[in-house]
């Protein structure tokens, strides 16, 4: 067993942060914390107030290379640190289930695409099997290392796009879901890069491709009692889930700042099924909800498909189950689903729509009480931070399509 361990912590943007301590220092960050300069991580804080520290979390054991792995929460000045984004999802996870006995559990489909010097890795498309697809055995050493690091998959294969591939975790408790996902988007791009090749989280990476989603499956349990089912509902749904359906659509806004928080991400929705308009359903994968087909009373749940991989789980998770819990607690009722073809039959042109840009969710995020509540100090420094991104990104940057555009006018 290796004498070294990682904490790991994320920041407002849902990257990886860490830091090796040896064996013998262990029990002292469990008991007593390590201190680190807060003002060196994105979105935490100033320097004037930087002095923060790790609190082991013992529950959150991985194995990655040999190495025990823990995520961590941030405290600062004794206390959980209000801007770390796992202590936000945490306190709502636990408030939920001390006031209506609630546990949220989810899973993930995390899709990326595979670069050898920039380029897709192969040129196949959905279900192929090699020798079309040329990752096959690159996502057999993923699900090694998944297994071998302790979390739970179920499925991964090719998805449409040349070179794009996706890897499914198992669902699990909200908060362990959202520590799954960033240690095996770290996994996946460990793999690749010791084979010389790259993976690529970015929302739209290639012009006229699908772009890369992180759709979520989403449910609520009371012990081993389901929420989301009814036998009686054509779905398979509770009023209860409906409710919860509603409520994400009554926030889906201010929602979509955060499942969909870089410029890029816009230029995803609404292209290769990757939602644009605001409908639920069980037959058009279009839809921003979609009802999986299930046979067993556990497999009752919602699948929102809007969010690509560069959310942070933390916040993603937060502000959908805060949005859904409102939509119960005020007994909110959704449209009626559709299951005909939008564009077939025109009826597009009735439906809202998802915000355009990052520029206009943000709008809605920071019009949002509900979810400027929850998200707190978090939400502060996440709008602040993207802020200065679309700023950066609208009046700063040139793009190379302006380069095309403009340059020999």
Same mark, same amino acid.
């Given at each position: 067993?290796?004498?070294?361990?990682?904490?790991?912590?994320?920041?407002?943007?849902?990257?990886?942060?860490?830091?090796?301590?040896?064996?013998?220092?262990?029990?002292?960050?469990?008991?007593?914390?390590?201190?680190?300069?807060?003002?060196?991580?994105?979105?935490?804080?100033?320097?004037?107030?930087?002095?923060?520290?790790? !609190?082991?979390?013992?529950?959150?054991?991985?194995?990655?290379?040999?190495?025990?792995?823990?995520?961590?929460? !941030?405290?600062?000045?004794?206390?959980?640190?209000?801007?770390?984004?796992?202590?936000?999802?945490?306190?709502?996870?636990?408030?939920?289930?001390?006031?209506?006995?609630?546990?949220?559990?989810?899973?993930?489909?995390?899709?990326?695409?595979?670069?050898?010097?920039?380029?897709?890795?192969?040129?196949?498309?959905?279900?192929?099997?090699?020798?079309?697809?040329?990752?096959?055995?690159?996502?057999?050493?993923?699900?090694?290392?998944?297994?071998?690091?302790?979390?739970?998959?179920?499925?991964?294969?090719?998805?449409?796009?040349?070179?794009?591939?996706?890897?499914?975790?198992?669902?699990?408790?909200?908060?362990?879901?959202?520590?799954?996902?960033?240690?095996?988007?770290?996994?996946?791009?460990?793999?690749?890069?010791?084979?010389?090749?790259?993976?690529?989280?970015?929302?739209?990476?290639?012009?006229?491709?699908?772009?890369?989603?992180?759709?979520?499956?989403?449910?609520?349990?009371?012990?081993?009692?389901?929420?989301?089912?009814?036998?009686?509902?054509?779905?398979?749904?509770?009023?209860?889930?409906?409710?919860?359906?509603?409520?994400?659509?009554?926030?889906?806004?201010?929602?979509?700042?955060?499942?969909?928080?870089?410029?890029?991400?816009?230029?995803?929705?609404?292209?290769?099924?990757?939602?644009?308009?605001?409908?639920?359903?069980?037959?058009?994968?279009?839809?921003?909800?979609?009802?999986?087909?299930?046979?067993?009373?556990?497999?009752?749940?919602?699948?929102?498909?809007?969010?690509?991989?560069?959310?942070?789980?933390?916040?993603?998770?937060?502000?959908?189950?805060?949005?859904?819990?409102?939509?119960?607690?005020?007994?909110?009722?959704?449209?009626?689903?559709?299951?005909?073809?939008?564009?077939?039959?025109?009826?597009?042109?009735?439906?809202?729509?998802?915000?355009?840009?990052?520029?206009?969710?943000?709008?809605?995020?920071?019009?949002?009480?509900?979810?400027?509540?929850?998200?707190?100090?978090?939400?502060?420094?996440?709008?602040?931070?993207?802020?200065?991104?679309?700023?950066?990104?609208?009046?700063?940057?040139?793009?190379?399509?302006?380069?095309?555009?403009?340059?020999?006018?």
């Amino acid at each position: 067993m290796s004498s070294i361990i990682s904490l790991r912590f994320s920041d407002i943007n849902g990257v990886l942060k860490e830091v090796l301590i040896s064996e013998g220092e262990f029990e002292k960050a469990v008991s007593r914390g390590i201190w680190f300069d807060g003002s060196s991580i994105e979105g935490f804080a100033r320097r004037f107030e930087s002095d923060m520290m790790l !609190v082991v979390d013992a529950s959150a054991c991985y194995t990655l290379n040999g190495v025990k792995t823990y995520f961590c929460d !941030v405290y600062r000045n004794g206390a959980p640190f209000e801007g770390d984004p796992r202590t936000v999802l945490k306190n709502l996870l636990k408030r939920i289930e001390k006031n209506e006995g609630f546990t949220f559990v989810a899973a993930g489909e995390l899709e990326f695409y595979i670069l050898r010097g920039g380029e897709p890795l192969d040129s196949g498309s959905y279900f192929d099997v090699s020798p079309r697809d040329k990752a096959n055995l690159i996502k057999i050493r993923i699900a090694e290392k998944l297994s071998e690091a302790g979390i739970d998959w179920s499925t991964s294969h090719h998805e449409v796009g040349p070179g794009q591939n996706e890897v499914d975790i198992l669902h699990d408790q909200g908060l362990r879901i959202a520590d799954k996902t960033l240690l095996t988007k770290n996994i996946i791009k460990l793999v690749c890069e010791s084979m010389d090749l790259k993976a690529s989280f970015m929302p739209k990476p290639f012009y006229g491709k699908p772009g890369n989603g992180f759709h979520i499956h989403m449910s609520l349990w009371a012990g081993d009692d389901n929420l989301f089912y009814d036998e009686r509902d054509p779905y398979g749904l509770s009023d209860l889930a409906k409710s919860f359906i509603a409520g994400i659509f009554e926030h889906v806004g201010g929602i979509t700042a955060i499942a969909n928080p870089t410029v890029n991400s816009y230029k995803r929705l609404g292209e290769f099924e990757a939602p644009k308009y605001v409908y639920w359903g069980m037959k058009n994968r279009d839809a921003l909800i979609r009802i999986p087909e299930f046979r067993l009373k556990a497999g009752a749940r919602i699948e929102y498909r809007a969010p690509d991989p560069s959310a942070n789980p933390y916040l993603l998770f937060t502000v959908l189950l805060a949005a859904g819990l409102d939509g119960i607690k005020r007994n909110l009722e959704p449209p009626e689903p559709i299951e005909k073809d939008i564009y077939e039959y025109g009826l597009y042109r009735e439906l809202p729509t998802l915000p355009p840009t990052l520029e206009k969710a943000l709008d809605a995020l920071e019009e949002d009480k509900l979810l400027r509540d929850v998200l707190g100090l978090a939400g502060e420094n996440f709008i602040k931070l993207k802020r200065q991104e679309w700023e950066e990104y609208a009046t700063r940057r040139i793009t190379d399509w302006e380069y095309e555009k403009y340059f020999d006018v």
